[in-house]
């Protein structure tokens, strides 16, 4: 049996995200989550320019756990571009602790 999974502190979103090529209905292309984790995960590495210890922090994680969400995160988002997929975020679960400050 798994280890439960530890509560993460996410930017809240309005709902759930869906990114996807243009011209192309949604019912005709293959869709890939992307977790909500590894999007904050990658907002602030990425975006926000934290080291993955800083982001760790941030997101009350370890920083083994941000290096594997944003290895997963970035190999989910470059798949999607490749293969023209969607993209989807779905707005959180119950192993998240989300909050809307902006961070």
Known sequence: ????????????YAGDLVFKPRSIPM??????PLELDELEAMRL??????????????MGVSRGTVQRLLRSGR???VGAL???AA???NRGDTHETLHSDSR
Do not use: F, W, Y
């Open 27 to 32: 019912s005709l292309l293959e869709t890939i």
């Open 87 to 89: 993209i989807v975020i």
């Open 75 to 77: 190999s989910k988002l």
């Open 1 to 12: 049996m798994p280890r439960p999974k530890k509560h993460r502190h996410c930017r809240q």
């Open 82 to 84: 490749l293969s023209n």
């Open 45 to 58: 590495c990425d975006q926000e320019g934290l080291d993955q210890t800083e982001a760790g922090d941030r």
